[in-house]
């Protein structure tokens, strides 16, 4: 998340002596997390001598002192989303967290993190990481890149090169063996070589072992803890849409191997012939397999080192621990603000409901402290592989219990606030891939779906829709748009005349509107001398001639005409695209911004300025929402931390 600067600055300075006085309270004139809490960890590592648990989970850093049961953020410091975790405590605690281009090290448990500067060597990105258990200065990486192996023997004050341009592609794992000095690599491409072998405490390397029956890619190449020369590989054979591994093993060196069993995750050794395979278990080194009893296969696998019936999984609704040898499993997630949230909306009750990748939808109440499913009867597995963009969430101002989401080949509708879901068809058929859905509030049963038309066979030869309509809940669909809109990214409503009017942005054809609902359009050419890639559009609730879009390449344009002429007001907003703009219905004058990549800013004076709004917010946003009952709330999604509140004062 380069170039977000989560500082706050205010542009009222009676705001910020407000903020001096009372700087404590969550959610006032700072952002603070709200869920949902969850998201899948990568690594997950445990302190030798403090126990305490880490994970690196949708790009930050998380420690758990009590066993995982509750969760706190430790990312001061960091400049890169965390894929990997090592520690060690001997002789001195260390731990180390690598991005994709860096290696970062804490000598306090977190707290903070520097630099080892390891991207000024690096000739591809880091994909493995691990650390010497009996030599805590001791890291070594592997990156994409060609057989690359960086080796570092004090802490990651220096590096050096020992490996390169060895036939096995990327390395994708790095683990020591039982062995002394004997560490092992995994090749990301598998031939032909599947792995490189360093007897020497990974001062020098060499390739070795055959290929793998059936070939595969990404391999994982872990030694036995308890039996030397034992090792276990495995390979992603297919990945169709997620990765299907085939799991090995050998006991000379890699000349053989014997197929074990086909898995659906990564490979984990452990303890007294403990083998981990995605959702598979094996207690006897790989003879015989049994399921591991988790929901789904886990990111990262862990084990206490003082408890062996005691180990911890990474899925995605958060860190699952056993403390009976897998007999039994509990989820916790307290804390662990790691979610990606993708589409967001607010009922006119304050009820939020959060799409969220890998869990589904969620909603919490008003007042309530805890999110809950929202989605039993929608096909998640479809809707999990929306092209091209996240599924779309509609509320009926009227009966706010009615919920309607379309994706990319579907639509759904519900009458009980999402405690069930019926698919009365998609837009069209599965012609339409919805970007937006958007109800009439003088006319609650008008449902507009926008987006993009790819399958000329669902209409008449020769002809497109980017806009559709329904007037019953979805079962039947009208053409609304004109073909000429191209790719709708923004579709909204003005209820303020009668009928109402519509807006709809597009990805090279500017702004359109509708004053008959949808039967004409007319292209607004006022903002062809600025650009047409536009984002999105919001009209001033107080006002409607007052219109604000924002454009792909940072632009922010205003029009008092209903869109006949425009002015740019970009003072104080940087050159990154506008996402979402929102206008404050109490008072009009106060704007809010989302810049890409940069965070939010806000306006008082209608636009004519702006100022970062960042403080406390741990990511950069991706929608912007203001709460129907009390304006001055903010919502914001991120992409790894969840949805933040934000409360002026």
Not at 199 to 228: E, M, N
Not at 527 to 546: A, E, H, I, M
Request: some cysteine; glycine content about 12%; aromatic content about 10%.
């Amino acid at each position: 998340m380069r170039g977000f600067k989560p500082d706050l600055h205010l542009f009222l300075p009676a705001l910020a002596l407000a903020l001096a006085a009372s700087p404590a309270l969550a959610g006032v004139n700072w952002w603070t997390p709200v869920g949902p809490e969850g998201g899948t960890a990568t690594s997950l590592v445990i302190d030798p001598a403090t126990r305490i648990l880490y994970a690196a989970a949708n790009g930050s850093v998380f420690a758990s002192s009590d066993g995982g049961t509750t969760w706190e953020r430790r990312n001061r410091g960091l400049q890169d989303d965390v894929r990997r975790l090592a520690a060690a405590s001997t002789p001195t605690p260390a731990l180390y967290a690598a991005s994709l281009r860096e290696v970062y090290r804490s000598a306090d448990g977190g707290a903070s993190w520097t630099s080892t500067h390891v991207e000024n060597l690096l000739l591809g990105g880091l994909d493995a990481l691990a650390v010497d258990p009996s030599d805590s200065a001791t890291i070594l990486v592997g990156s994409l890149s060609r057989g690359e192996i960086l080796r570092s023997t004090d802490g990651g004050a220096n590096w050096s090169r020992v490996s390169q341009n060895l036939a096995c592609g990327g390395i994708h794992s790095l683990q020591k063996g039982p062995e002394a000095a004997t560490w092992y690599a995994g090749c990301a491409s598998g031939q032909p070589t599947p792995f490189l072998k360093s007897t020497d405490a990974g001062a020098t390397w060499t390739p070795a072992g055959s290929p793998l029956p059936q070939g595969g890619s990404h391999l994982q190449v872990v030694p036995d803890p308890g039996l030397g020369g034992v090792l276990y590989a495995s390979a992603v054979l297919r990945w169709i849409t997620r990765p299907e591994w085939a799991v090995y093993k050998t006991t000379d060196a890699g000349a053989t191997w014997t197929f074990l069993t086909e898995s659906s995750g990564p490979l984990v050794a452990g303890p007294a012939g403990q083998l981990f395979a995605g959702t598979l278990r094996s207690t006897d080194n790989g003879a015989s397999w049994q399921p591991l009893g988790l929901p789904a296969a886990p990111g990262a696998l862990a084990f206490d080192p003082a408890e062996p019936a005691t180990y911890f999984a990474g899925l995605p609704a958060g860190i699952y621990r056993t403390t009976d040898d897998a007999a039994t499993w509990s989820l916790h997630s307290r804390g662990l603000f790691a979610t990606q949230v993708a589409t967001l909306e607010i009922a006119p009750d304050s009820t939020l409901y959060a799409w969220v990748p890998g869990l589904g939808l969620r909603k919490k109440p008003a007042g309530a402290t805890r999110w809950r499913r929202a989605d039993n009867g929608l096909p998640l597995d479809a809707i999990a592989g929306t092209f091209p963009g996240p599924p779309a969430l509609a509320i009926d101002p009227a009966t706010p219990a009615h919920l309607f989401l379309g994706w990319s080949s579907g639509f759904a509708r519900s009458a009980d606030g999402g405690a069930s879901w019926t698919t009365p068809g998609a837009a069209d058929g599965p012609c339409l891939r919805i970007r937006e859905l958007a109800l009439d509030p003088r006319d609650p049963g008008r449902l507009y779906a926008a987006g993009w038309l790819f399958e000329a066979s669902c209409l008449a030869p020769g002809r497109s829709c980017p806009v559709f309509f329904s007037e019953d809940g979805g079962a039947s669909w009208t053409c609304a748009g004109d073909e000429r809109l191209g790719y709708v990214t923004a579709l909204v409503v003005d209820s303020s005349s009668q009928p109402s009017r519509l807006y709809a942005t597009s990805l090279g054809e500017g702004l359109w509107t509708s004053a008959d609902r949808g039967r004409t359009w007319r292209q607004l050419k006022g903002l062809r001398r600025f650009g047409d890639t536009l984002l999105t559009v919001t009209v001033d609730p107080r006002n409607p001639l007052q219109l604000y879009v924002g454009d792909l390449y940072g632009g922010l344009y205003k029009s008092t005409d209903r869109g006949a002429t425009w002015a740019a007001f970009n003072r104080g907003l940087p050159r990154a695209s506008v996402r979402n703009l929102l206008v404050d219905p109490q008072r009009p004058q106060t704007v809010y911004a989302n810049s890409s990549g940069e965070g939010v800013y806000v306006s008082g004076n209608g636009g004519r300025t702006w100022f970062p709004l960042n403080g406390g917010l741990a990511s950069s946003p991706g929608e912007l929402l203001l709460d129907p009952r009390n304006p001055r709330k903010l919502y914001a999604t991120t992409y790894r931390n969840g949805i933040y509140a934000h409360e002026r004062r």
